[in-house]
């Protein structure tokens, strides 16, 4: 739907524009969406939701990436008291966080990767992802399932399309880091101590590859909601195509940025050394970059281990 800039945004605006952007009743669908791009909307992340389930109806399902972020594993003394439970907020932005606050709201029990997901298949995925789970096992059973991913916000706002975490770690592409992790209280109520061993992205790198899926016809469908551009994909054809595009370069998903931390000398397949990112951080004189990048050189470990 066509909107000017000073206009409210109502719930059925909300659902005629999913619509248009071909969502239809049924759909299981993984959320990117920044509230901010769609523009002045009445009621706020609650609305957006709502018409989402306008939409999907009581057969579909909705899923968001309630993450919970970690910290460095060598500061974990300082973090004795944060322990990652149901409640508790994610870094993933306003829909994610309205979604783990509703009456009907079902939340995997993985320590960091806390999904949250309503309608009629979230019980039964995010049950069974718990701390043993295999990293982003989670989107991989959405994409057997049929699950979309839908993009609603730039690439300034939104990151990838759900997937690219997923055949990354399937390849088990290798990358130096610093180990995170988190406390969490086990199914007998026992603290413990949840350490993260996956390879994490760029956000850049990761939504380079939207003009990739677009050149080779893998975006199921485009539009707008409100004022966002919002794009839709069948997670099992991105997967499917993702893990063909890292086969043949395990550095496809990289952004050109030296020192950049995501990607830079950190992955087995970047061009860039060390010496590179130290180098062209210190030429713009960017200190706290120098002290990330010396640290990740100097204390990182690579990620999956095995
Ligand atoms: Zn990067």
Redesign the pocket.
Known sequence: MEVNNSEIITREMIAEDLRNAGIVRGDILNLKISLKSIGKVEGGADTVIDALLDVVGEEGTLVADSFVEPFPVFLRFMYKNRISDDSSLSYAGAITNAITKRNDVFRATHPIQRFAAIGRYAKELTENFTAESEPYGFLKQMAQMEAKNIRIGGKDKVVGVGTTHVAICDLKLKQKKIAKGIYYKDSSGKIKFFRAGWANG?P??FNNLIDVFRENGKIFSEGKVGEAECIVTSMKDTLAFEMELLKKDPSVF??S?PT?H???FTWKASKYTFFHAFRSALSKKKIKKIINLTAVYLLGQYFPKH
Do not use: T
């Open positions: 760029c850049v790198g990289l952004c940025n950049c995501f990607c830079s």
